[in-house]
Every structure is written in structure tokens, then in C-alpha cells.
């Protein structure tokens, strides 16, 4: 047995709740013992649309919380955003609908032994899993931060319990209509250089995540982010969502964001060379 | 009652199921191990690999179609050295036989691939794949010349002399395919694989420009089964003793069993393991019943069915 996709399983998960929060849909389905080995950062890929679908591949989705209860056992939280086709169908699936997984995929983030003080930082409907792994880090006695953008206050998601997990929270949306006007970058610099920062997580647009690793470029802080490149497969035999990465040696590969990430080392990720191969740019 | 013979045979290699993996639908295997048993299927035929490490073409590489999707990868790949020392060692732990599929871009490298493979032992067959769309230049695509298909063929064949089965993997965007066939059949192909997948581009509404990095890509899922059905009919009709490995939106047993009776004697499954990771499996299976329940005694009466006339 190889060690990738070492956890994952395919299986039928019952959909226990479904409910409107804002412009998204906070998804909960049951899924027995695996919840144990689900954690901040994976993912889980599910077959849209019904038997006949023509849609015939799977839709990712970040896990953003994991629970076990009494009624339900083991259970995962999707913040699931109707945009396109696959999302707006798995939106419109009542409580009871049982869908076709495979989870746990991909790299979760790394939670550091000592407590440390911790930024996380999301983008639009990417700060999901955030609240998760702001629960773990806080049990960890980390201090969280927190840093949430978008472009209008309507795609900002931060519900009130996952509040209580942090410090400190923070918004920023472009259009002014929720917090403060800018980006979540706009005060970074500023907590990186008072020495109030060790490590950064965050999750959202590609931009966001190339914002960030250009700001902590010349510092110390380590940023972890989870990235976001399309998938056929999400079990690392497609090739489609591959992104050039450092390697120790200086050279680069074209590593596959499904099981060599979500989560990757932001400092390693060839942000200027995504989109193009390394040959075309030497 | 006589036990069901599920076996079959691909130029001279035999195999105890005949559902495969798809070139580059498959990686090396390691992905899929965690689902199923590669030992279980026929083979795992492995992604087409080129004499150096190459990067592939520029993302995005994927769109979803219409029951299908198209791809454009380009042969990312670890080269030929690496692979023979890790992957295929890996694989034949596992138990899995293995089809070894390679691609060059000059005749010279495809000789040069097959004289690497020939010097590993415990590889079923060999997959001569020169028919992939997502190459920088279409005047790559040897499998569009029977001029170009034939030196390839013939210079692997030299090469390899008799000992691994050769199996050619065509395009059908192609005027005459058995044409094509017949040529590298008479080159010393054992066998032929059909189909590549079928080249398209989708536009994207947004930039207005072509969605894939490559521009172009590969069409591949149910909406090609037909494609597929009909190129293999046409090249068992014209070349009945010549194996057939099919392949071309399977995602299911009566799926298998459409190529099964158009003249396959093996069937892989590339994209529905995309959308299922334990696709294979499954299908190999309603196969088996669907072949049975039809009252088959065996694959090979199936194979070609359906040229035979209505009594």
C-alpha cells in the first residue's frame, strides 16, 4: 500500500442538515468513525448532480469543521458557495439525500507543538475552515488572530460561535459595507514587524494567497495556505491541478495541489510561474 | 456448470480480468492502491512516459464538458530512468501487471524507451502511445501519418525484437482508420489500442479566449463512447485476428461490454476513475454478471459479437 490517499475512503454520507447562511449554504452530513481522520485543510470530494448526471466529475469542498454527536456521531461542516453548476445542485439537496464521497483527501495544515501566536487569514467563503482550525490551535494554547476579506460584506462568512474560537477578529471588505474598507493585507505588514505574528494560515483566492507570501518573503513567519486550482479528480491521478513548487535543490515541479496540497508551504509555491511551465520562463 | 473464463489475451499476454487502467488515467497506480487491490484487474497500464522528466503544459488543464471533460496535460512526467527504478518495481510488488505505455517525440526516442523497457523484466506488454493530442506540435501526433505511425512501430519492434507484446495506441481523428491499423500492424504491432482521446477546445465566456492553457485538449468521458464503439467496430472488421485493448468513456459494465462486442478484448477505464476512484472494480464485476446473464461461457466469445450475422 502507497502512503498517498492513505486515509480516504469512497462512501455514501447522509445529509443531516442543509441551511442558508448569507450567500452561502452550511452543509452538514454524516459520516461515521472516518471523522477521526478528517482534519483542517482536507478536503472532500462529491459526486454531483444524480445517477444520470452529465456532470461526470467530482465537486472539492474544504472540510470546515469536524464534530461527533450523540444523534449523529461522527459528523463534517461544508460552507458550500451555489456558484456554479455542481455547488448549486448539491445546495438544492434536502436533509436525508445520501451522496457519494471521498474524503478525508489532501494535506491538512500543520499544527505546531508549542503554542505560538497564529494568523489565519481567509478570502470570501475560504475562511470556513479557518473556524475549525481555530478551535484546534486555541486547544494547542495558541493566541488566533484573525483577518477576513472580501469584496462586499454579503461574501464575508464568519458565523457567531466560530467567533468565540478567536482572539481577535478583523474585516475588511473593498466595498466599505462591512468592517473596514481595504484588504486583508492592508494591516499585515504592521503585525509582522511588532513581532505579533509566528505563523500565518489562510485560505482563499490565489491573489489573497500570493499577497501574503510576498509579504512575509524577507520575515520569519511561516505561512501555511491552502490553495485552490482545479480539480478533475481530487485523488492525484489526473494531473489537471498541478502547481510549480520550489524544491530544496532550487529546481521546480509541478506538484499536484490535490494530494501534495491543499495545504503547501506558501514560500516554496512559484506564485509568478502559475499558469505557465518552467521552461517557457528561463 | 462449466466456470466462467473471465480471462484474455493481448498479443501473446495474458491477463486473469480485462478491465485495465487507462494510460495517464492511472498515474503509476500508488493513487488508487488505497481503493482497491491493483492486483484485482487486468492491468494497470501506466501513464505514458517520455526519456526525460517534463513539466506538461500550463494550467488551467481541465473543463468540464457535457459527459466529459477535456484535458490537457501535455505527458507531465518523471522520465523513463525514474520511473523504470520506482514506479514499475512498486507495481509488480503489488502483485498488478503491468502495461508500460511510452511517448517520444522523435522515432529515435521511441527506440530508444523501448530499449530501457526491454531491459526490465516482469512487464506484460507494451503501450507505444503516438497519439497524444496535447503535444506543442500536431505534426507530433504520429498516429494522424501512416508514414510516421509505421517507422515508429517498426523501429520499437527492432528494438524490442519478440519479447514484449507491442501495443499501438491510436487517435480516431483520423479519415481512415483501418488504414492507419493496418500499417502498424504490418510494422509488428501485436495489438492496438483505440481510442486516444478526440481533440477539442472550449472557450471561456469570461476572458472570451480559449479556457485551456494549451488552447486545445483532449475530449474524453460518455461523450466519446460512441467514437470509440465505432472505431473499434471499423478496425475489427478490417483486422479481425488483431487484439483490440478499448477504450473511450466506459463508466460502467454494459459500457465494457458495448466495446467487448464491437471487437475488444480488453477494455480500460480512464475518466470514470476520475469520477470514482473504485470505478474499475466496480465495472469489472457488472461485467462479469452483464457477460454471464447474457449466457456467455467466456469473455472471448464475446469478442467482436456483434459482425456476427443475425441467424
Not at chain 1, 441551511?19 to 461515521?32: F, N
Not at chain 1, 501574503?212 to 494531473?239: F, R, T, W
Not at chain 2, 522515432?107 to 506543442?136: D, F, H, M, Q, W
Request: hydrophobic fraction near 40%; glycine fraction near 12%.
Amino acid at each position: 500500500m502507497s502512503a498517498i490517499n492513505k486515509s480516504a475512503q469512497q462512501f455514501l454520507a447522509t445529509i443531516v442538515s442543509n441551511k442558508r447562511v448569507g450567500q452561502y449554504h452550511q452543509i452538514i452530513l454524516q459520516v461515521g468513525e472516518i471523522v477521526a481522520a478528517c482534519k483542517p485543510g482536507n478536503f472532500i470530494a462529491i459526486a454531483v448532480g444524480g445517477d444520470n448526471s452529465r456532470m461526470i466529475l467530482r465537486r472539492a469542498f474544504a472540510i470546515s469543521r469536524t464534530s461527533h454527536t450523540a444523534s449523529f456521531g461522527g459528523t463534517l461542516e461544508l460552507i458550500v458557495a451555489p456558484h456554479g453548476s455542481g455547488s448549486k445542485w448539491l445546495c438544492q439537496q434536502q436533509e436525508g439525500v445520501e451522496l457519494d464521497v471521498v474524503t478525508p483527501l489532501g494535506t491538512a495544515f500543520g499544527i505546531p507543538t508549542e503554542p505560538v501566536n497564529a494568523l489565519l487569514v481567509g478570502g470570501g467563503y475560504g475562511s470556513a475552515p479557518l473556524f475549525g482550525l481555530a478551535e484546534v490551535l486555541k486547544s494547542r494554547g495558541c493566541r488566533v488572530d484573525m483577518l477576513l476579506g472580501a469584496s462586499t460584506g454579503q461574501k464575508i462568512y464568519a458565523p457567531m460561535e466560530g467567533k468565540r474560537a478567536v482572539n481577535s477578529l478583523r474585516i475588511y471588505t473593498e466595498d466599505g459595507s462591512v468592517g473596514e474598507r481595504g484588504r486583508v493585507t492592508d494591516p499585515m505588514w504592521a503585525m509582522i514587524e511588532d513581532g505579533s505574528v509566528d505563523v500565518i494560515y489562510s485560505c482563499g483566492p490565489m491573489a489573497m494567497l500570493r499577497a501574503i507570501s510576498d509579504l512575509v518573503n524577507d520575515s520569519d513567519v511561516v505561512h501555511q495556505c491552502a490553495v485552490e486550482e482545479a480539480m478533475a479528480c481530487g485523488i492525484g491521478i489526473c494531473m489537471t491541478c498541478v502547481l510549480p513548487v520550489k524544491n530544496e535543490n532550487g529546481s521546480t515541479s509541478m506538484l499536484r495541489s490535490c494530494i501534495d496540497g491543499p495545504v503547501m508551504d506558501g514560500s516554496t509555491v512559484q506564485w509568478d510561474l502559475v499558469g505557465q511551465i518552467p521552461e517557457a520562463s528561463q | 456448470m462449466k466456470e466462467f473464463d473471465f480471462g484474455t489475451n493481448l498479443g501473446g499476454a495474458w491477463f486473469p480480468a480485462p478491465i485495465f487502467t487507462a494510460s495517464g488515467c492511472a498515474s503509476s497506480g500508488k493513487e488508487l492502491a488505497q481503493f482497491f487491490a491493483l492486483k484485482d484487474i487486468g492491468a494497470v497500464v501506466t501513464k505514458s512516459v517520455m526519456t526525460k522528466p517534463r513539466y506538461g503544459r500550463p494550467t488551467p488543464r481541465m473543463a468540464e464538458t457535457p459527459s466529459g471533460m477535456l484535458n490537457s496535460i501535455g505527458l507531465q512526467g518523471p522520465g523513463i530512468d525514474s520511473f523504470l527504478a520506482n514506479d514499475v518495481p512498486w507495481l509488480l510488488e503489488q502483485k498488478a501487471r503491468v502495461i508500460v505505455s511510452i511517448a517520444g517525440e522523435t522515432v529515435e526516442e521511441y527506440s530508444t524507451l523501448a530499449r530501457k523497457v526491454r531491459g526490465i523484466s516482469g512487464i506484460s506488454a507494451l503501450e507505444v502511445n503516438i497519439s497524444c493530442p496535447n503535444v506543442e506540435n500536431r505534426g507530433l501526433v504520429f498516429a494522424c501519418d501512416p508514414e510516421a505511425s509505421r517507422r515508429v512501430i517498426d523501429g520499437v519492434r527492432k528494438t524490442i525484437g519478440g519479447e514484449i507484446p507491442i501495443i499501438a495506441k491510436l487517435t480516431p481523428d483520423v479519415t481512415n482508420l483501418p488504414s492507419i491499423a493496418s500499417g502498424v500492424v504490418d510494422a509488428g504491432a501485436d495489438g492496438l489500442a483505440l481510442i486516444n482521446t478526440v481533440l477539442g477546445m472550449v472557450i471561456n465566456l469570461e476572458t472570451l479566449r480559449p479556457h485551456l492553457g494549451g488552447k486545445t485538449g483532449g475530449l474524453s468521458g460518455p461523450a466519446i463512447r460512441p467514437v470509440a464503439v465505432r472505431a473499434i467496430y471499423q478496425v475489427h472488421e478490417a483486422l479481425p485476428n488483431t487484439p483490440i485493448l478499448g477504450m473511450g468513456g466506459v463508466s460502467s459494465g454494459r459500457d465494457a461490454l458495448e466495446l467487448i462486442l464491437a471487437g475488444a478484448s480488453g477494455v480500460s477505464v480512464g475518466t470514470a476513475s476520475f469520477g470514482s476512484p473504485t470505478a474499475i472494480p466496480t465495472i469489472q464485476n457488472e461485467l462479469r454478471d452483464l457477460l454471464i446473464a447474457k449466457g456467455f461461457n467466456s469473455l472471448k466469445q464475446a469478442v467482436g459479437y456483434a459482425h456476427r450475422e443475425v441467424s
